[in-house]
Structures are given as C-alpha cells and as structure tokens.
C-alpha cells in the first residue's frame, strides 16, 4: 500500500450521523476487527475488549439507552474535557455549527441542537454498535492505546465501504452500560463505535471538517 492509497482512505472517512438500516455481514465486521487490533499499544497489552451489537441486539440497546438518555444522570467512567478553550473551544464550535447548518438547525435553536445531540442515543440509526472498553488498572495509557484500536476500526470499515461514528456520548452513561451488556466494573466503558451502511442522502452527512496546518501544532526542533 502506499501512503497515498492510505491518504486516500483517511480522506474518504468521515463520521457519519445517519445510516441505512442495512446489517454488515458478520464476516465483514471480522474483518475489521482483525484489522483494528494491529494497532500497536503499551507492552502490546491490546487492552481493547468491545461488545459488538447486531439485529434485534442494537434495537434493544438503542431504545434503553434512549430511556437512559432522557432519565439517567451522566456518569462516564472516564471523565469528560473539563472544558474547551481557545482554538480547541473554535474547532469545536465550526465543527458543531457545520452540522447544524447542514441539517437545518440555526444558531440559538436550543431545541433544535438538543434534538440533534438525542441522534446520539439513538445511534444515529446504525444497525450496530461496538462499545469499546479498556482495564481501569491501566489508566489513561490503556484509553491512548484504545483510542489507536478505534481509529484502526474506522479506517478499515471505511475500506470495506462501511461508515462509522466513534461516539464519547455513549459513555456519558456508563453504570447503564455495565449492566446492560455486562461489562465488569474493573473495566472502563470508554466510547462507542456505531456503523454501518451510509445514508448518502441524509444532511446529516453532507458537511466535511477540516484539519489544522502543520505549523499549527508541530514544534520543530533542529
Ligand atoms: C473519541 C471520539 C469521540 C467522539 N464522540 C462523538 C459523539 O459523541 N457524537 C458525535 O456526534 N461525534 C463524536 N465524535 C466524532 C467527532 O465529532 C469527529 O471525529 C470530528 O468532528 C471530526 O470529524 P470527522 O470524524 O468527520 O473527520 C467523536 C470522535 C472521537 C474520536
């Protein structure tokens, strides 16, 4: 492969927030997520453990996260950004106004953001969801080498032409998801991977972000 095939490939992903109803072939999903777990990690620990939904499953999962949503309190395991300030506060707000625009919602439309912000819960529609989860006894090391393993998922499922969106929000509701799916206490829900096929028509999928120059965040030395 060259970089530029792989260029090609980190070009082409994006996250997508409407999907088809379509399930991926269970082979396909095996397929991806041999291909993620090549990412390297600390001690080669691989401390990735993901429950992967399908079917009935997902439908399950996505109208109690939706109860959850509306009467739960937010209680991630890892703790959420403190807050977002300077360029980082700028990127997220083009970021969020880029979809907003895209579907219609204009700036002050409380309603309108917080109705968007509930797509979260129900997965955007996708047909299945992969919750991803690391040791808590490897802290913040074991949540870096998961965050390469999730960014591995996306760009293989966008090799096969399947879409995905890696979504903080999911883990907003942590306590739910380790009894929903029974994940153990040691371990720390981190984010959830929905995907599936993409709606190509859906606003929601019509905007593209963009990414800082290099001299934005390179120090060179020497
Ligand atoms: C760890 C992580 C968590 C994210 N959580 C959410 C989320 O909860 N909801 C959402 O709509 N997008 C979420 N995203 C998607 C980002 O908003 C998106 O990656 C970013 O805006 C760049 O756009 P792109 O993925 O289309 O290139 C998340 C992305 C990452 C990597």
Request: aromatic content about 10%; hydrophobic content about 40%; proline content about 7%.
């Amino acid at each position: 492969m060259e970089l530029a095939d792989l260029d090609d490939l980190l070009a082409r992903r994006h996250s997508c927030r409407a999907f088809r109803p379509d399930p991926v072939p269970r082979a396909d999903i095996e397929r991806i997520l041999s291909s993620a777990r090549r990412v390297p990690s600390w001690c080669n620990a691989q401390p990735w453990q993901v429950v992967v939904t399908s079917g009935d499953e997902t439908d399950r999962f996505r109208t109690a996260l939706l109860h959850e949503a509306a009467t739960g309190a937010h209680a991630p395991d890892l703790p959420f950004p403190t807050s977002y300030s300077g360029v980082y506060q700028q990127r997220r707000r083009t970021c969020g106004w880029a979809l907003y625009e895209a579907v219609g919602v204009e700036k002050g439309d409380r309603a309108g953001s917080a109705r968007e912000m509930m797509k979260n819960f129900a997965l955007f529609g996708a047909p299945h969801c992969a919750i991803v989860s690391s040791p808590a006894e490897l802290g913040s090391y074991g949540a870096l080498d998961c965050g390469g393993f999730v960014t591995a998922f996306t760009l293989a499922a966008q090799a096969l032409g399947i879409a995905t969106i890696p979504q903080a929000a999911v883990a907003s509701y942590s306590p739910f998801l380790h009894r929903h799916f029974g994940i153990p206490d040691d371990r720390l829900v981190l984010c959830a991977i929905s995907f599936g096929y993409a709606d190509p028509d859906h606003p929601a999928n019509a905007f593209r972000t963009d990414r800082a120059e290099l001299d934005e965040f390179v120090d060179w030395r020497g």
